[in-house]
């Protein structure tokens, strides 16, 4: 094999941790004054700066910039000209302690493809400014512990910009000259630049009110285009039961007498939380039960909240720098979750939670970008909004709420609040605080924060006279830069189960500390079934030999849902690793596919469980999960081991999944857990199904898509179609086409669909699909949808031939000079060579090497390639 891996790069900028310094200067007020216009916006920004006491006392304030031309530079009002560049950043020394830094500068708006700073969105202004976007605007210490009070000026054109936002309180507004109009704003709260926010365009509200506990009454509005203000309603109904809910669970109350969303489509993330004006991909905000799924249903309510969330956890609580982005970003998604299994079925909330982490987190931590939730290094931050830092970052502090109870961990995070409202805090803050409030000793729990791998577990059972011994294993893998790890805080809960009466006798918290442990149980005249990390108390993987006897039993008889959930995964899983590595022989495999089928047909007929959750427990294993089990794995053998599974299911138990799609289907459309419960199973019989009977499948789906009056159920008639040859298939999409050519969002589903399809020729439909006139490149949306469906489709992106690593890699290259975060965010798929067969990690390998030699590319895309190739 060729050494590609060196190919010669650049050397890059690291920034440090360890390096951290307070700012020399920091900038208590700041004015700004834009004069819009979508391609050459004037921006003046006057910042009154002190000199920081806690600060090196120097007279340089370095003000950084990003591609920004100063058009002149005034102290306390007199033109300036000592001052000098360096690099994008702007450097002047100043002779007292406090003085007004005045600076113009033009941007153009409509240049910006980047989508970060002020840019332009279908003929609409708005920013994006974290993490490092506001220096695209202004020269300005572009650092969250450089906290300011901004006041805001924006004038325009009315007719292009009716509608001028900011943060905080409007103040005044009036008519300009020529047709134009202008707005001010002031927000109260001293916040970081990356929580600015300015929208100006043609929008319309939809609006309500929230009261608050002390009686505060709250505006909230949320901004969309005119025609789109139908489909706002549960985006609404989130936000005001998010404002409840952190009221009543975490006692916070909002602070501002009004509270905007503006929907953006063209946005590279999710979502942002600037103060008081949130600014939303649309996709989080726009739905009507004809055209979001129950799960985009779900993402709105948890991403609303999410942001709101942020108001206390990152913006009256802000990071002292990046490395402690999980501090707001761990502790905020703990809080969705938390707030979104209270508004459902906890349960199901857990189990989904469950499955994006180690979808997506666990393959982070295992490949060569694992860092740990509190990086130490990076050279392009926009690359550390990961899995790992979110929801690992979560599962991190839910742990600290089993260690200490809810009523304790209130307390600390009541403590927390209180000690560093209006502060740039660090995790070690947060700790510290929940030790002090909760009353834990946290000391050795920080590794959490240091030691980057997902932490094996190896637990042995061992049952003499009426005595269980349960010892347990824990290793932490080697990361790069991290060869040497030290035992970490696991709290487990853990039940044993007597197999004759189906119970156990309470749970215990294991809560392992060392190497090895070992935990003694007395009273058990047989050996008990084995129930461990129940709930998922901890982001651990385990490794013990429970037998598919056990698994059957617990997947019945488990008295958490979790754990029930964890026995059937963990049947499948054993099941498919042994196939897939070639360890069974023909009569093994039978046995497994009976014993599996035998515990699917009991889920089936469970009359005590709910739908939604009969639903989690038919869902098998994911490829990727499966993958993640298997050294040098085939993705090619993964694929189709568990493709011949699903048919055999699908044939087995052909007469129950056609009774379930039938009972599901006279359920009729509404939001209630029982109905969409049955929209959820009604996918899951189609998919069995379709595995075991292609041509009457594709009947009965194409039904399912006739008379569905939603989009849940059609979009998995059409998802099932996409994936079977016949005319059923080509028929569906062109109607789902046409019928919704006008909406952006759900033309993302139609490409999504394609791309994600078990199809054998998704590949093909790929390729085609990215020179149909609806595909753009400066769209995020549009992107993802075709290109992250195809990268999370393993059928297709790990064709042997390892033209699906090509179409990433020309993906990658021509995305870059567009969008490089946006392209940096499929380099991760390339990187995972290590871990598969030696062909295609050669071709990956080789496709990465080609990225890394291409010149030009964005400090994204080059340290996720140089990671990647190295790690
Ligand atoms: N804080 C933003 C993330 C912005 C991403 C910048 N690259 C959304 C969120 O986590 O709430
Ligand atoms: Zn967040």
Not at 23 to 36: K, S
Not at 131 to 152: K, M, Q
Not at 738 to 752: G, Q, Y
Not at 832 to 842: F, L
Request: charged letters at 25%; a negative charge.
């Amino acid at each position: 094999m060729n050494d590609l891996s060196h190919t010669p790069l650049a050397p890059a900028e690291v920034v440090l941790r360890a390096d951290y310094r307070p700012p020399a200067w920091l900038v208590p007020e700041v004015a700004l004054d834009f004069t819009l216009s979508l391609d050459a916006t004037r921006v003046r920004s006057a910042l009154k700066v002190a000199k920081n006491p806690a600060g090196d006392g120097g007279a340089l304030l370095r003000l950084n910039g990003d591609g920004l031309v100063a058009q002149a530079v005034l102290v306390d009002g007199q033109p300036h000209n000592d001052w000098r560049m360096d690099g994008g950043d702007l450097l002047l020394d100043l002779p007292g302690d406090e003085h007004t830094v005045t600076i113009d500068t033009v941007v153009n708006p409509t240049a910006n493809t980047q989508l970060s700073g002020l840019y332009a969105s279908g003929g609409m202004l708005c920013t994006q400014c974290e993490a490092e976007g506001f220096r695209r605007i202004a020269f300005f210490p572009d650092r969250p512990d450089v906290l300011s009070v901004y006041s805001v000026r924006m004038s325009g054109d009315k007719a292009a910009f009716p509608v001028l936002l900011s943060n905080g309180n409007p103040v005044a507004s009036g008519a300009g000259e020529g047709g134009t109009h202008w707005a001010e704003w002031h927000d109260p709260w001293p916040k970081p630049s990356y929580l600015f926010a300015l929208v100006a365009g043609d929008l319309v509200a939809a609006r309500d009110s929230f009261v608050t506990r002390s009686g505060r009454k709250v505006d909230l509005a949320i901004y969309v285009r005119a025609g789109d203000e139908t489909r706002t309603d549960h985006a609404m109904r989130s936000l005001i039961a998010s404002m409840a809910w952190d009221e009543e669970v975490y006692g916070r109350e909002y602070d501002l007498d009004l509270f905007n969303i503006v929907a953006v489509s063209d946005f590279n993330a999710g979502a942002m939380e600037n103060k008081g004006l949130n600014v939303f991909n649309t996709r989080y905000i726009l739905a009507d039960p004809e055209t979001a799924t129950d799960a985009d249903y779900d993402a709105i309510e948890g991403v609303v909240a999410h942001e709101y969330f942020h108001n206390w956890s990152g913006n009256r609580v802000t990071c002292r720098d990046w490395f402690q982005l999980s501090l707001k970003e761990g502790f905020t998604v703990l809080r969705d979750q938390q707030f979104s299994a209270d508004r459902g079925s906890a349960p199901v909330k857990r189990i989904e939670d469950v499955r994006v982490l180690r979808a997506a987190q666990f393959p982070e931590d295992s490949g060569p970008l694992a860092h740990p939730i509190r990086p130490d290094s990076y050279q392009e931050i926009s690359n550390f909004y990961t899995a790992t830092v979110y929801n690992k970052g979560a599962e991190v502090i839910r742990m600290m709420t089993v260690l200490a109870g809810p009523e304790r961990f209130r307390k600390g995070t009541d403590l927390y609040f209180e000690r560093h409202d209006g502060e740039a805090a660090t995790c070690e803050d947060f700790v510290r605080a929940i030790e002090d409030g909760a009353g834990l000793d946290l000391k050795q729990f920080r590794r959490w924060y240091e030691q980057a791998g997902t932490p094996r577990v190896d637990v042995v059972m061992a049952h003499a006279g009426d005595t269980v011994t349960l010892t347990c294993t824990q290793t932490v893998p080697a990361t790069p830069g991290q060869p040497n790890k030290q035992p970490m805080v696991i709290p487990l809960r853990t039940a044993l189960f007597d197999r004759a009466s189906g119970r156990h006798a309470g749970e215990h918290l294991l809560v392992l500390t060392e190497a090895e442990q070992s935990f003694t149980f007395e009273g058990f005249a047989s050996a008990p079934a084995l129930s461990i990390n129940r709930g998922f108390s901890a982001p651990v993987s385990i490794q013990s030999a429970v037998s598919a006897q056990d698994l059957v039993f617990l997947a019945q008889h488990d008295d958490d849902p979790f754990a029930r959930y964890e026995a059937m995964q963990q049947l499948v899983v054993q099941h498919l690793v042994a196939a897939v590595e070639g360890r069974l022989t023909g009569e093994e495999r039978d046995a497994g596919r009976t014993a599996i089928g035998d515990a699917v047909a009991a889920i089936l007929g469970d009359s005590a469980l709910d739908d939604l959750m009969r639903g989690e427990l038919l869902i098998l294993p994911g490829e990727a999960y499966l993958a993640e089990q298997i050294p040098a794995v085939d993705p090619g053998k993964v694929h189709d081991e568990r493709e011949a599974l699903k048919g055999w299911l699908g044939q087995t138990l052909k007469d129950q999944w056609c009774a379930l799609h039938d009972r599901c289907t006279a359920v009729p459309y509404s939001l209630s857990a029982e109905a969409r419960g049955a929209r959820k199973l009604k996918t899951q019989a189609l998919v069995y199904l379709a595995a075991a009977d292609p041509a009457e499948t594709a009947r009965r789906a194409s039904a399912q898509y006739a008379a569905a009056d939603n989009m849940t159920d059609g979009q998995a008639a059409l998802m099932v179609l996409a994936g079977l040859d016949g005319p059923e298939r080509a028929a569906a999409l062109a109607d789902f086409h046409e019928r919704f050519a006008d909406n952006m969002l759900v033309i993302d589903k139609w490409f999504s669909l394609q791309a994600g399809s078990l199809h054998p020729h998704a590949l093909d439909h790929v390729k085609a699909l990215a020179a149909h006139p609806a595909f753009t490149l400066t769209n995020p949306n549009r992107v993802r949808a075709l290109y992250m469906a195809f990268a999370a489709n393993p059928g297709a992106f790990h064709a042997a031939s390892g033209e699906g690593y090509r179409m990433i890699t020309d993906l990658i290259l021509q995305l870059d000079p567009i969008n490089g975060n946006v392209a940096a965010r499929f380099v991760p798929p390339l990187g995972r060579w290590r871990k598969v067969e030696p062909g295609r990690a050669a071709l990956m390998r080789g496709e990465l090497a080609r990225i890394a030699a291409a010149p030009g590319l964005s400090r994204d895309v080059r340290e996720q390639v140089t990671r990647s190739l190295e790690g």
